[in-house]
């Protein structure tokens, strides 16, 4: 790279706007060798390790998103364009996560109507995973789905007990849950093959 390289590395801080390291891009962008290809690489790894630790849900990552966008574009056909892929589809997930979603959708979402008739039932009103998980017999990945829609929506907040996480239903939980029917539970003793049916 050439004398721009100190600026250049200055993105990996997380300090400057998408405007900023746009602009730093361009102009060190006619410069970059098949060698400075891992550079670029590492300097946008540190920078979304810190946006996504930072949980940054701000609508400035569309334009981080479409500045990695323009370099997967760039390295075409390179390591690093898949690299930066990587990175670009992380920054891209974080804009899906921050973009509102309808709460009659996620109600509708199979096994959501579900989750929070079990967590208003509980006795103590909050549940581990595992046993959220066995009471919907789910498996790790659909189970998480589940409770990432339910707490994007404020169905559901999240609580930690020991080394567990906990989830509870919210206030609002319950008024969305109370407001689409009565809810008629099935379950047995411990909870276990739990079947709800709304009654219109």
Request: with cysteine; hydrophobic share 40%; proline share 2%.
């Amino acid at each position: 790279m050439t004398a721009e390289t100190s600026q250049f590395e200055e993105i990996a801080t997380g300090l400057l706007s998408a405007a900023e390291a746009c602009a730093i891009v361009e102009r060190c962008a006619p410069n970059w060798s098949e060698a400075d290809c891992g550079d670029v690489v590492d300097v946008f790894r540190s920078w979304a390790w810190k946006a996504l630790d930072a949980r940054r849900r701000d609508d400035e990552l569309k334009q981080w998103h479409n500045l990695l966008r323009q370099l997967v574009s760039h390295f075409r056909g390179t390591a690093a364009s898949e690299k930066l892929g990587v990175l670009r589809d992380l920054v891209y997930e974080s804009i899906a996560v921050a973009t509102p979603f309808p709460v009659s959708n996620v109600l509708n979402k199979k096994h959501v109507k579900e989750l929070l008739q079990i967590l208003k039932s509980v006795h103590g009103g909050r549940l581990d995973r595992k046993s959220i998980g066995s009471r919907l017999r789910l498996e790790h990945a659909n189970l998480a789905r589940v409770l990432t829609l339910a707490l994007t929506a404020g169905l559901v907040v999240r609580s930690a007990r020991g080394k567990s996480a906990c989830f509870s239903i919210t206030e609002f939980g319950m008024t969305q849950l109370e407001s689409r029917g009565t809810y008629t539970n099935a379950c047995d003793a411990n909870g276990i093959g739990c079947k709800i049916h709304t009654i219109p």
